[in-house]
């Protein structure tokens, strides 16, 4: 019997709370990382020679050959299985926007057939699954169909555990076997590289120590609980993760008691349910609190390398997923499950770190480490400048479009927020310093930007909650990602825009130096030239507001509202020529990109579409007639009575209303399928796109109308879905 909406509401009392593992009374150090193969564990089960070796790649990135491969395998597989791990796996993060694992058990039988357990260097360096089955954008068509995965050493293997049993799982890149990348995780690492190598060169101007700079996120994941079998009765949440139709409840957030309120029990335990999971595997959560929308909540970590960082966010999402069902709740990572309310995003909070242990996002105390400060900051803004259609389309999804320019969130137009106290000093130095350096110019340099940050973070009213990239004193917050995209896409792409700007300051500065110019004073009039070039990009104001718009627009600031548009960037020569410059994607690769974040996109609406064109058919207007006919019958029956009009007036207008609304349902969704016929026949996925976009997507929005109407005026007893009410507030 599928999920109806009455006796789901009788299940939601009845939801169980069980933990598998209760870890309560212990300390979080008891068990943290119990689950990960780091640390004292690869020193008790890996050869000293194998562990230096492993070490030496992660450091340097060298290679680790067959042999030592090897030895740190047999003791992987000896800790694995001393853990009851029967399985292990190579775990990936393919463009499907969810993670990957294909299974193999240790055991196998020899030649004679004897059963044993193996695991050797080959199988923890390279598998092969089937690329064919992901999504490629083309590359599989004109080469080969397979693709593997390969071992990424600089990420922790871990072994996954759930009710049913326990795997191994190797954290590892995934490519077509021409080359291409068809993952998320292998332009990260090159994007890690290229950014080290060009960070480092210019740290050097500061402190020739400096020999690694090294990228740091820290993610906050926002997301919607409700209740299980809710979820399973309302077919579009079932499919697409959000709420297609659904009138807004009389009391949604307006009153802002959810924020930071105390967070209901039955979440609660969820919450520690899952967070006990990610502290096992190594994810170093921190914080959790309910979000602004009812129903809404947060989690975020303790930030990391960008690397583990970026597949912590990934395997959390899974971890919570799958812990969700024991609590009977149905955990929504959409950037937009329900209309009228606030949609959910993953900030994400960036910063570089050298290996000399100083954060240089975050101001120094000398003038010299001002400086540093300065030339790191400053070319965060001209790469943000420079490259602000790359970042809007490193976040572009079909869920995001909902979200960006909505409810409290921010617009699609990327501007940067740097504060008052910060806008000041780079307009100090675009003023004063007038051109011609002078030693005394140096000055500047003393200004003491450091005391002054803390106090900048104190005062709220300066904390600019509207920016989609914000300066948070000692960090970038890029808070325009969506809450259900892979961190390593905009990660990616910062990275690579950040390398690509430190690669031309250092140009800049040495040619100043070379014609005999003072170091500090050739860094510091870059550094004025780049505040100038880049001033477009900075906003103080509120982001929500309409005059940001047009003001923006003034300033020619891009403002896709859409993905296809968002995306039309990817394959312009110029974007095709710093990438591969960078040596981050090679054109076709971005080209395949192009292709397949397009083609997700249609998916995505044409699933959309369906669902809305089979909810309104089969659920929707057979309640509404059905409660029509009800009417109809009582105005007949008062007009037998001959008790005069006005005794059913307001019902006969009822019943004109209803058939009204039933007829634009109606209109709406025949046409909508009338152009999905027709952007099927579509070749050309640019154009296909635009279709849904224009064509269909545009629909939804007109057919939710007229049902959100309907749930008003039809009898509650016979409304066949669950309402917003009965959804967002959990006990
Ligand atoms: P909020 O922005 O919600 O007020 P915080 O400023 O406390 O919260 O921090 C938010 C996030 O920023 C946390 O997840 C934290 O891990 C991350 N963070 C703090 N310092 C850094 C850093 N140097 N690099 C990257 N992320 C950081
Ligand atoms: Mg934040």
């Known amino acids: 019997m599928s999920a109806n909406r009455f006796t789901s509401i009788d299940e939601v009392h009845m939801h169980s709370e ?90 196998t039988l020899k030649g004679d057939g004897t059963p044993l357990e193996t695991f050797d260097g080959d199988a923890l360096i390279q598998q092969e699954p089937d690329a064919s089955s992901f999504p490629n954008g083309g590359i599989r068509a004109t080469f080969e169909a397979r693709g593997y995965t390969a071992w990424d050493p600089a990420s922790p293997p871990f072994i996954m555990e759930t009710a049913q049993g326990k795997t191994l799982c190797i954290p590892t890149i995934f490519v077509a076997y021409s080359g291409e990348s068809l993952d998320y995780k292998a332009p990260l690492l090159k994007s890690i590289a290229v950014l080290d190598k060009a960070a480092v060169d210019v740290c050097n101007y500061f402190d020739k120590n400096v020999s690694k ?32 139709i659904g009138h807004a409840p009389a009391k949604g957030q307006q009153l802002e008691d959810h924020y930071f309120g105390a967070i209901p029990e039955r979440v609660f335990a969820y919450m520690q349910d899952f967070e006990q999971e990610a502290y096992k595997l190594g994810i170093p959560l921190r914080t959790r609190h309910n979000e602004v929308a009812p129903g809404q909540f947060e989690c975020a970590p303790i930030f990391e390398e960008v690397n583990v960082a970026v597949d912590h966010n990934s395997l959390l999402m899974d971890v919570m997923n799958r812990v969700a069902k024991r609590h009977k709740l149905k955990v929504l990572f959409h950037e937009k499950p329900f209309a009228g309310v606030n949609g959910s995003g993953k900030h994400n909070n960036w910063s570089l770190s050298t290996d000399t242990g100083i954060n240089l996002l975050a101001p120094g105390k000398t003038p010299r480490t001002n400086l540093l400060f300065l030339t790191f900051f400053i070319n965060v803004i001209k790469a943000v ?41 780079l307009s100090e130095i675009k003023e004063r310093v007038s051109g011609n350096f002078t030693e005394q110019d140096e000055v500047i340099l003393k200004m003491d930007i450091h005391k002054h940050i803390p106090e900048l973070l104190m005062d709220n009213t300066d904390r600019n909650r509207t920016s989609p990239f914000a300066f948070t004193g000692n960090k970038f917050e890029f808070r325009a990602v969506g809450s259900s995209a892979n961190c390593g896409s905009p990660m990616s792409t910062l990275n690579t825009i950040m390398a690509k700007t430190l690669i031309e300051f250092k140009k800049e500065v040495d040619a100043k130096i070379s014609s005999g110019e003072k170091k500090e004073i050739a860094i510091l009039q870059v550094l004025r030239s780049y505040i100038k070039d880049s001033q477009n990009i900075c906003f103080e104001g509120d982001n929500y507001s309409e005059e940001w718009a047009q003001e923006a627009k003034k300033r020619g600031l891009s403002n896709f509202k859409t993905t296809p548009e968002a995306l039309d960037v990817l394959t312009k020569p110029e974007t095709l020529k710093m990438f591969s410059e960078m040596g981050i994607y ?62 059913y007036a307001a019902q006969l207008n009822l019943v004109k209303v209803i058939s009204g609304h039933i007829q634009e349902i109606n209109d709406n969704v025949e046409a909508m399928i009338e152009e999905r016929k027709k952007a099927n026949k579509m070749d050309d996925m640019r154009k296909k796109a635009d279709a849904y976009c224009t064509k269909i997507k545009v629909r939804f929005d007109k057919i939710r ?11 509650d007893k016979i409304w066949p879905m669950p309402k917003y009410r009965e959804m967002l507030f959990l006990k």
């Open 18 to 107: 069980k933990t598998i593992h209760d870890y309560s009374g212990k300390k979080i150090t008891d068990f943290f990382a119990c689950n990960v193969f780091n640390g004292n564990k690869v020193r008790e089960y890996v050869s000293d020679e194998g562990y230096k070796s492993w070490q030496n790649s992660v450091k340097a990135g060298n290679k680790i050959d067959r042999k030592m491969a090897d030895q740190i395998a047999s003791g992987m597989k000896a800790w694995a299985m001393k853990n009851n791990a029967t399985h292990y796996s190579h775990w990936f993060q393919p463009l499907t926007g969810t993670t990957a694992e294909k299974h193999d058990s240790f055991f």
């Open 385 to 425: 400048h420079d490259h602000a259609d790359l970042l809007r389309a490193a976040i572009a999804s079909e869920g995001n479009d909902y979200r960006l320019g909505a409810n409290e969130a921010p617009p699609a137009i990327i501007s940067v927020f740097i504060g008052k106290y910060l806008t000041e000093v």
């Open 213 to 244: 700079v090294s990228v740091t996120l820290g993610w906050e994941q926002e997301y919607f609980l409700i209740d299980e079998a809710l979820a399973d009765a309302r077919p579009d949440i079932v499919q697409c993760g959000r709420a297609l």
């Open 586 to 647: 090679s054109e076709r690769e971005l080209h395949a990109r192009h292709e397949i974040v397009l083609e997700e996109y249609v998916k995505r609406v044409q699933i959309e579409a369906r669902v809305l064109g089979y909810l309104t058919t089969n659920h929707i207007l057979p309640a509404a007639v059905e409660y029509q006919n009800s009417l109809i019958k009582n105005v007949k029956g008062l007009k037998e009575l001959g008790l005069g009009e006005k005794t």
């Open 705 to 715: 109308y007229h049902v959100d109407k309907l749930e008003l005026f039809v009898d």
